[in-house]
């Protein structure tokens, strides 16, 4: 043995000789100071609930004095990327024991399996400080504390347009844009649903839901886009209904998402010729049909009449130009320009003066 060793072994002997002098008239046997310190998540894990970014959980770890002195212990917190919360000391009485708890919060909430330490150790004895060159001998335990952030998903959605227009007179088919985001911190595997898809197959719209990639969305801000496509009815009526649209997570219901999607649908123009979204009667029709079918024989027998008119006036026209003699016309003519000239030269101008 060394001399060091045999001075630290002797200080050791006078110290609790010392320790013995104040505690005989109490207890026949002395054992040596010590302390134990067990926490309830050193096998089990202690799970940190997510609030606002960070996440918590309560550790409960019993410490114990197995002598018969009265002891002053401190404690030492190693937190494994979390940060422990928990006294910094308390004192202890012979062979008592009591329980402590520590805060644990991570700032981080990557859902990994954390392995923090506790230290406890004993810093006076009888109201006695520890002899510091005996520091290292100083009755000292550990137990560790198992955490770990709680998987969660966090999916939040939003839709591009709000509103579909749908048109029985274009008969375009339109398409919604889903964008399905994931804040938490494991991914999810999603499925787009409309609950209330009767309303859909009552308008005899048809519809559809696709994806350019994979539905599992990454954790920590992830997305997946889906699209729903719409093909309209001719025969769709002006109105406007919404859509009750699930988000379904593969972690479980409390994790599914509701959005509604209005739809508006608009019947095709009607013509000023459509007769038939007047609700005439079928007499009417037959009434309008006898009506016609009197008006065209009418009009076909003021035409026939008009032409045999045309044609007796024609024959009429032929019969006087055969009675009347052309050349007779002509000598009618010659006669009347003839005597004109020889009455202008008889007349004497000179009278006229």
Known sequence: MTTTWRVTFVALLLLLCGLTTTVSGQQPSVPIPGVTITCANEESTLVLQPTSGSAAGTAVCTVE??????????????????????????????????????????????????????????TSVQGGEWPSFLEQFSPSDESTILSQVDEFVDLGVTVSPEIVILSSELMQPMTATLRVSNDGNIDDNVEVEIQNSAALSDRSIEWNVTTSGDSTIPADGGSATFDIRFIPNPSMNDETF?????????????????????????????????????????????????????????????????????????????????????????????????????????LDFADLD
Do not use: H
């Open 242 to 346: 919404d859509l009750n649209i699930r988000i379904i997570s593969s972690s479980g219901i409390s994790n599914n998402v509701n959005l509604a999607l209005t739809v508006n649908t608009s019947a095709p123009e009607e013509s000023i010729l459509d007769i038939t979204a007047m609700n005439i009667p079928s007499w009417a029709y037959i009434a309008g049909g006898t009506l016609g079918i009197l008006f065209v024989l009418a009009a076909a027998l003021s035409i026939s009449k008009r032409l045999r008119g045309n044609k007796g006036e024609y024959i009429e026209q032929e019969d006087f130009e055969d009675d009347v003699d052309l050349d007779d016309l002509d000598d009618l003519d010659d006669f009347g320009e003839d005597d004109l000239l020889d009455d202008l030269d008889d």
């Open 65 to 122: 004095n197995p002598s018969s002195f009265i002891e002053e212990i401190d404690f030492e917190y190693d937190g494994d990327s979390v940060t422990l919360v928990g006294p910094e000391s308390m004192s202890l009485g012979a062979g008592a024991e009591e329980s402590i708890t520590i805060i644990v919060r991570s700032d981080s909430l990557n859902p990994t399996l954390r392995n923090s330490t506790v230290t406890a150790t004993v």
